[in-house]
């Protein structure tokens, strides 16, 4: 009986003096997989303007209901996008946008220190979602 | 002498209650008299949330019912609509699929194991548990791109392919998990004051946990081998070679056995699911509710047209009502659904193994102490977000 | 008594008292960090230099918590219930000599002393459960009352046998007697009593049932906040420090050793004594309430017993 609680404590202090596992949060930070969901963003097309149709896809898709998309008519009578406006109070970060996005223009970026202290700084326009700054859209698939 | 009773507030903010359970226990010195769980803290209608979405965004929601097992509930909700469908998903799916359930298994016991072994005051278990769950993590997160709610399944087989790395993860994972799982037990299985702590306490057998409808490894510990994976098999697991671990005494030190057994089982079947792991499509591609391949998009316009279909309208399943169930590291998990062949469920029920095994906790913890209630809470392994839904 | 005297006791006070308060402190940074290594990962290490700052960005912290009072509590005595703790813990030290020449008194019944004084610090937990108006705090008071009792019996007669050997109860007279031979040697039995009633004493894992999060959520210190809080705080470990110096004063030969300078030799006991302690904590589950009771009563008191006859048979025959 006593043997087991000798047991124990020799593997804690064989833990003792094995490194930790844990990471150094702030200073370091585990590299983003490929596949990371992060903060959605859009993506330019070569002339900085989203490639982003405005088709609302995205909008219909989205289970939270935290996507709106205005689209315009130029001209000559082309569809195309006035406003985009993504809510990430309300974002689940499930990545249904960019499965149904015909285009490709929305990606799930890497980016995930998303805290503020307020809600208004996350409500994000086509603006702030085209600027990723780690990870630039266009290099995902 | 005339002595009151005390009653005792156990919840909703308790360390020891796992998120929002309440508990009204009604005390005669540290002596449990009668005690009274009361739910509904974490409601958050997703049955009826269900109803609105379509059979593709319900999905989403499914991850947040159980949380810790995210996987096992995307896979029930799928294999559900599946069945509706009367869909046939392709091996390597299927293979995928078995592999990540196990692998999600093992994740929750591990955090099972840790919160209940803290419970009891042994607070080492928990780091050493979830740097094992810190692997599994890293593996949903590098395959789906979410650590905790991994939304990885589709109905017609998975959101996308298994990434280069996935094998060889699951196989250095389950290279070295046994020698981790020598490593609780002997921090726990031989201790005495575990031992003293678990044996005998909460005390269910077989006759009252089918009476109560109990399943999972509540039920498997008092001594009956139910398990859907051997007994309705789903997802290739009729393939594998495991064994379903099963206790005696149905008190929490039996179920603390028969989980642990459970994790170096679910290795096992991870082992051979990867190293089976057939060549082929992902999805049933080309089948009604699968999406059309993004590469298509560009370049073929009926591809695109029911692409928009799909998103739009949603997979439409034929009028009728069908249940399904998996087993989930909780028990008997069964989605219910009713179609009226429109693009949302007329109902989606949810059996939620978690709320069915708390339906005993009355019984276990009558007569014991105060400081049974936690052992016995944790050892029934509750996730509140799928008792209250 | 000359004013010279009185200077040199008031000196010896606040020394002894720094110290304590001192190493108190740095206790509390140690254990989280041990606690850290047995469990894979470092523990506070952001503050200062390796984290040595942190005992008092955490005392500033509780400084300037709110001190809130719950409604329909007890004020006179849930504000009293913390002083008690760590008055009467505080008060122990006056008998602990770090050396021959340094202690505060070396009085000829310090052992007597001691466990008077620190079985005084009960009614601080007992009062802070009982006045706080939360059934927690109730329980966890009612827990100490039982507890605390239960194991000072055990913890009285497990010294009886040193107390034998040393023949006398002055800490210094007992560390004397030890020069030669730690009492280690001679009272193994002794030696583990004492370790696992002090443990339950100072409330430690596996014994920590006055406070233990997972039961009671914070035992009797439950509506206890900002300094009245690291009153209790601080009595605890000053508490276990006391335990560890103890151990070492008692069975491991106290400042007794090669080399070094005396202090140094009871500081690198006691540290020792209190990683065992840490090293515990980080292993072992928490015993019930009741099997807690139990184990005193039927296992450790007539242990103890059986040592002291033995004890006292031997030394009879011997001599």
Redesign the interface.
Known sequence: ?????L???A???K????P???L?YPDEKRPV?????GRPALVARADGAPRCVA?G?CE??C??LCITVVAETGPEGTRSLARYRLDLNRC?????CV??C???AIV?SGEYELASGSREPLVLDEGRLLAAPDRPGEER? | MNTDTLSLNLGPQHPSTHGVLRVVLELDGETVIDARPDIGFLHRGIEKLAEHRTYHQIIVLTDRLDYLAALSNNLAYVLTVEKLMDLEVPRRARYVRAALAELQRIASHLFWLGTHAHDLGAMTPLFYALREREALMDIFENLSGSRLTPSFLRVGGLAADIDERFVESVRNFTDTFQGRVDEYETLLTQNPIWRSRTKGVGVLDAGQCIRLGISGPMLRSAGVPLDLRKTQPYSCYDEFHFEIPTGKAGDVYDRYLVRIREMRESARIARQAVDGLPEGPWTAAGSPPVFPAKEDLKHNITAVIRHFGLVMEGMKPPPGEVYHAVESPRGELGFYLVSDGGPYPVRLKVRPPSFVNLQGLVKMVRGRLLADVVAVIGAVDIVLAEVDR | MTTTDILWGVLRIVLIFSAVMGLVAYMTLMERRFLGFFQLRLGPNRVGPGGLLQPIADGIKLLFKEDMTVSHANRFWFRLAPAIALVSVLACFAVVPASPSIVVADIPVAVLYLLALSSLGVYGILLAGWSSNNKYSLLGGLRAAAQLISYEIPLALSIVGVLILAGSMSLVGIVKAQEGLWFVVKQPLGFLLFLVCVSAETNRTPFDLLECENELVAGYQTEYSSMKFGLFYMAEYAHILLASCLVSLFFLGGWNGPLLPAPLWLLGKVFFVFALFIWVRATFPRVRYDQLMGFSWKVLLPLAFVNLMVTAALTVALS
């Open positions: 009986m006593s043997k087991a609680l047991k124990g404590l593997l804690t202090l833990t003792f003096f094995r930790p596992v844990t150094e997989p490929d596949r990371f969901r088709c896809l219909k898709i289970p939270s689940s970060f499930c990545g249904l499965e149904a015909p285009v490709e799930m698939p």
